[in-house]
C-alpha cells in the first residue's frame, strides 16, 4: 500500500517543464561601422520569423546594434513583444534603415552583458521560451554561460587567438539551449538555411 502511494504521489509531482533559450547570430550584414542588414540578411531575418510563428516564444533579447535588433525583429513582432535591449554600443535604434517595427525596451547598461542577460533568462518562469539575437563572439559565450557544455571544440572551431567564435560567414546557426528545472543544461546546434 505503501508503495503505491509514493508511485501515486511521484505521478502527481510533475516536474517543472524546462525553459529553451533560441541564440542565433545577426544575419548578413553590410559593411561598415556598425552596419545593419544586408537583403540577404533581412530575407534571413524574416525566415527566422516564420520558423517562428507557430512557437510560444515570451521574451526578446538582442543588443543595441542595428543589425541584432534587425535580425530579431520579425520574431518579436510575430509574438507582438517589445526588442529587449541589453546596451553594448549606444547606438541610437531609431536610425536603423529598415526601421524597426517593433517597440524597444532599453535594459540598464551592466559591465557584464552576458551574465545579465544569463540572470534575465534564470529569472523568468519555468518553461519559458527565449529568442536571442547576438553576435559570432557573444553566442558560443552565451551558451556555455547558460550552462550547457562549450561549443568548442566539439562543434565549432577556434579560431586563429584560441577563442571560440562563429565564422565570419557563418550566420545560418540556431542554437537551442534547454535549461531543465533540475539537472544540467544542453544545448543542440540546428542550422536555418
Known sequence: MLTLLLITLAAQA????????FLVRHAEKASGEAPPLTKAGLARAARLGEVFTDASVDAVFTTDLCRTAQTADPVARIHALPLQILPLSGTDLASCVPALTQP???????DDVAADLV?????MPA?????????SNTVPGLVEALGAPSLCPAVLALDEEGRCWLGHDDYDDLFV?????????????????
Do not use: C, N, Y
Not at 510533475?14 to 533559450?21: E, G, I, L, R
Open 127 to 135: 518553461g519559458s521560451t527565449v529568442f536571442v539575437a547576438g553576435h
Open 119 to 123: 540572470a534575465r533568462v534564470r529569472g
Open 14 to 21: 510533475d516536474p517543472a517543464p524546462p525553459t529553451t533559450v
Open 177 to 193: 539551449v534547454t535549461i531543465p528545472a533540475e539537472g544540467a543544461p544542453g544545448a543542440l546546434r540546428l542550422t536555418i538555411p
Open 104 to 110: 524597444t525596451q532599453v535594459l540598464p547598461k551592466t
